[in-house]
């Protein structure tokens, strides 16, 4: 009866220990508190803070989101974060004012943007070393996509209104397509044939076709009682099961919501203070966006495409990503 006993407590305690190990968790940057914090994917309770330090920006999982990448702007560099231990265990320098990169699919390199040297910079991940900065990538370069297969490159050029095209193996620049004003991130849409860019101050996404590698249409949002220079397009989510995808629209404190396939606006949703960052869960119930000038977060019913919560966070929220995969 005690071994018996002693049998079940030890299953128990190797449940409870997996739940921990394998725990689902939100990870918010904020730039102005200098932490990332960490929420209870289902609670939104707060589990942790983690001082980073200078100005932590972009956050990017590895391939089995056993490790957190987090750009530390002021300090040129990227903190690795242990997702089980909530710990930072490494740092990778980047060069000069880091601000948004990529992890290609394999996990061997990291592309990142320099915004104040025009470079994007190449790093080896497995050792952890600069392997190569491409110069001259636009004026302003900032955001960063490897494509599908990780042979190229997309690089948004806020001062030259336009996306380069990076050659990985060549490392060099191979093409180079005019967008709208003030250009700031990516997203790869509908397995890759799509590359679609926010141009922050035309309130216009660009859809750019990869395989010809041209303009192919332009989006343009429009949000009655508020006024088109408030419409301020920066991130993206991507709701691949639901053909949704969703774009912050900065000032105007809304995410529209447009359908992948045919480009239309489905809907417009109240959130907070310029909202900038933002993140779907797997099930694609829920988006989780920053908002930067009401230092919180909301997080969005996708059943509903309704705002149901908002959580206080740090000051001047950046980028989210959820870990519950």
């Known amino acids: 009866m005690q071994k018996l006993l002693i049998f079940f407590i030890l299953i128990f305690n190797f449940f409870i220990l997996s739940i921990f190990i394998h725990a689902n968790n939100i990870f918010i940057s ?23 330090g200078g100005r932590p920006r972009d956050l990017k999982f590895n391939k089995n989101f056993s490790k957190l990448y987090v750009v530390i702007s002021e300090e040129n560099h990227i903190l690795e974060i242990d997702t089980e231990k909530l710990e930072i265990i490494d740092k990778i320098e980047t060069g000069d004012d880091p601000e948004i990169f990529d992890i290609d699919f394999n996990n061997n390199l990291i592309a990142v943007s320099n915004e104040d040297d025009n470079e994007l910079t190449l790093i080896d991940l497995n050792k952890k070393e600069i392997i190569q900065s491409i110069k001259d990538v636009g004026v302003e370069p900032e955001g960063v996509n490897f494509t599908p297969d990780g042979n190229l490159v997309y690089v948004t050029s806020e001062g030259t209104s336009s996306v380069l095209i990076i050659d990985v193996p060549k490392r060099e620049i191979v093409n180079e397509i005019l967008v709208e004003n003030r250009p700031r991130r990516g997203l790869f849409v509908n397995n890759g044939k799509e590359y679609w860019v926010s141009n922050e101050l035309s309130g ?8 010809m ?15 088109n220079q408030q419409i301020t397009p920066v991130d993206f989510a ?20 447009v359908d992948a396939l045919t480009h239309k606006i489905i809907e417009y949703i109240l959130v907070g203070k310029r909202v900038w960052g933002a993140d779907v869960d797997l099930a694609e119930e829920e988006l989780i966006v920053t908002n930067g000038n009401s230092d919180d977060i909301s ?12 959580i206080p966070v740090g000051k001047t929220p950046h980028s989210v990503r959820i870990k519950n995969k």
Not at 205 to 210: E, G
Not at 300 to 309: E, F, M
């Open 238 to 257: 991507y709701a691949k099961n639901k053909n949704l995808v969703f774009v912050t629209l900065g000032s105007a404190n809304h995410v529209a919501v």
């Open 213 to 227: 590698q041209e303009l192919i249409k332009t989006i343009k949002f429009s949000i009655k009682g508020i006024r």
């Open 30 to 52: 904020n730039e102005n508190s200098d932490t990332v914090v960490v929420l209870d994917a289902a609670t939104k309770e707060l589990v942790k803070t983690i001082d980073t």
């Open 204 to 211: 216009t996404v660009s859809v750019i076709d990869t395989k």
């Open 299 to 310: 997080v969005v019913d996708l059943n509903r495409l309704l705002a149901i919560k908002s």
